[in-house]
């Protein structure tokens, strides 16, 4: 049976804007109008105790630790939500990822630094994710060598431009999922106005799927991954018998789809991966997300059978099911997986979930359409709202949202009461309340609609307590007022590499301002930027960069400058007329007037 999908997004657009608040008699259908209420007050009154009793209980309370593998490989545990490993050989050390920014990098490199003096010759990195590449350049500047390679997947350039277009969208949704920020409002970037997400250029790509170093005396054998990522890459080191994993293997149920936001991942490839990793017969296995090390060749062995086998089980089964003409929904009731399975602890779903996982599966064969017809030209959230307000106002006079509110409560009722007397939850009650409830707020703006509607979240972080992404993405819902100020809003222009920030110029572009067959260009020459020269035409309400343009081309306006300046002409820090006569900008074709109408149309 279809179920009409609210989502919780929903709260978002209730705090951005302005509410009109209703005192609702829930027997009589009257309206009183009252003073307005604000939500953050309305969310502060409630206690969050029962979902969320302290901080350690939406996140792990990690404690920092080096942990002594085997002779010559440490790794560092609890500076980051990932780990950083070190291998230590003859002539020098070797670490693989960075942790998340450099404050932790350079907690984690002191620590390091108390075992080895050794120095720095390469880091490998297993992936693109910032928790693996945020320290590196702090530790090649901690180890004063501009000769350390750093080495990873080649299409680890391609996955980071991804990442990039959406930076300010990820910092939003990383914390939602984390509770965390990718940088503190106070680290060195944030204070002094330079990219926090830089990172040192790769000096090394792994071209194919597999690539040997020797290093510091040592054999590291690299192998590319897919699976988390599509850039992994997993290490082996033969003389050890040591694998590191990175996040192509977790503690926990793999994380199929991330809900913050991925493109969806490769299930067969990623299984296939985790049986390339199992052939190693591994001594040692190391991962980037927990506080574990384990050891033991058999233990390692079961692992990762049980690990790649249940991907498997996911993906085949989902694909079975729609093959036989099944629905989504219907899929997601079909697909469990084996009892023997469920009750692995290394398969807890504390991470990655089930009905996730079959979305995202669903999703990656074929994509947004659902197969219901109804969806082919839906309506649009509100007004779906306004038209079940419509159906159940009745007696209610425009005020259907009381019914769905009342309904919301029984339900909420009904599964506190079973959660009482039998020890469960009832989540399909939870689940189908809380629609009513978002919908309830947001038609009415009411405070007890709102007091409603986080007290179904709260019992649902309460049902849903093991899976630490649900229950931080409630806690960040239930909080959310309080805790906007606290997300550390990456930018950019301000905060990518410089490479990056070209790139995704033309995703600022104000389409809104342009006018039919309005064509204008700008030829860019930044003087320390290691790359090629770039153009960029308004064409069509388009922005095109032109990489390496022909200079002999006719450029409305001509620039050179260097990064930092370009970085503050487009973010309007600086006026272009200020960065000529400082010396900081020159102006080789147009007027200040032609280069001040060109970036009009890109948001600063």
């Not at 090390?293 to 996911?314: M, N």
């Amino acid at each position: 049976m279809r179920v009409f999908l609210v989502t919780l997004l929903v709260l978002y657009s209730l705090y951005v804007n302005t509410c009109h608040c209703q005192q609702e008699d829930e027997q009589q259908a009257t309206v009183k109008d009252t003073p307005c209420e604000t939500p953050e007050c309305v969310w502060e009154e409630i206690s969050v105790h029962r979902a969320i009793p302290s901080k350690q209980a939406r996140m792990i309370a990690y404690k920092e630790a080096v942990i002594h593998v085997t002779d010559g490989v440490y790794v560092a545990t609890g500076y980051s939500i990932s780990n950083m490993v070190m291998i230590e050989g003859e002539d020098g050390v070797v670490f693989i990822d960075s942790l998340k920014n450099p404050e932790q990098a350079l907690a984690a490199h002191e620590e390091f630094r108390k075992i080895t003096t050794k120095p720095l010759k390469a880091i490998i990195l297993t992936h693109f994710h910032r928790d693996q590449i945020g320290g590196v350049n702090a530790l090649i500047e901690a180890n004063n060598d501009s000769n350390v390679q750093v080495i990873a997947h080649h299409s680890m350039e391609t996955e980071r431009l991804r990442f990039a277009r959406l930076t300010t969208f990820n910092s939003r949704r990383l914390f939602q999922q984390f509770g965390a920020n990718l940088v503190s409002s106070d680290s060195k970037c944030m204070t002094e106005g330079t990219p926090c997400l830089d990172s040192a250029t790769v000096t090394t790509t792994v071209e194919g799927d597999t690539m040997t170093f020797n290093l510091i005396g040592m054999r590291f054998e690299t192998y590319h991954t897919p699976g988390e990522t599509g850039d992994h890459l997993s290490v082996w080191i033969p003389s050890k018998r040591v694998l590191i994993a990175g996040d192509n293997v977790r503690f926990a149920f793999p994380n199929l789809y991330a809900v913050r936001g991925t493109p969806s991942r490769d299930l067969v490839g990623w299984y296939k991966s985790v049986g390339i990793l199992k052939s190693f017969r591994a001594e040692h296995l190391i991962v980037s997300h927990s506080m574990e090390v384990i050891s033991g060749e058999a233990k390692i062995s079961e692992i990762l059978t049980t690990y790649r086998d249940v991907i498997q089980f996911i993906h085949d089964q989902t694909v079975r099911a729609m093959n036989d003409g099944y629905e989504v929904d219907d899929i997601i009731d079909r697909v469990q997986i084996p009892r023997h399975l469920a009750n692995n602890p290394f398969l807890a779903e504390t991470y990655g979930t089930v009905e996730w996982s079959i979305r995202g599966i669903i999703n990656s064969y074929i994509g947004w359409f659902d197969g219901y017809i109804d969806g082919l030209f839906p309506l649009t959230h509100s007004k779906k709202v306004n038209f079940m307000n419509d159906l159940l106002s009745g007696n209610y006079g425009d005020r259907g949202w009381v019914r769905m509110a009342n309904r919301a409560k029984v339900g909420l009722h009904r599964s506190n009461h079973n959660l009482e007397k039998n020890g469960t939850a009832l989540f399909d009650e939870l689940r189908w309340s809380l629609q009513l409830a978002l919908m309830a707020t947001e038609i009415s703006g009411s405070n007890k609609a709102i007091k409603l509607t986080k007290q179904i979240i709260d019992a649902l972080a309460v049902a849903t307590h093991d899976n630490q992404i649900a229950r931080n993405m409630y806690w960040y819902y239930i909080n959310r007022c309080k805790l906007e100020d606290s997300i550390v809003q990456l930018h950019p222009i301000k905060h990518l590499p410089i490479s990056e920030v070209l790139d995704v110029i033309s995703l600022r572009f104000k389409a809104e301002l342009c006018k039919p067959f309005l064509v204008r260009s700008l030829y860019v020459d930044l003087t320390d930027y290691r790359g090629e020269a770039n153009a960029f035409i308004i064409r069509n309400c388009i922005l095109e960069r032109v990489v390496a343009p022909d200079i002999t081309s006719q450029f409305d306006v001509s620039l050179r400058t260097d990064s930092k300046t370009w970085r503050h002409l487009l973010t309007r820090k600086s006026h272009i007329a200020d960065a000529v006569m400082l010396g900081q900008a020159q102006l080789l074709r147009g007027t200040h007037d032609d280069f001040l109408k060109f970036i009009a149309f890109i948001d600063p």
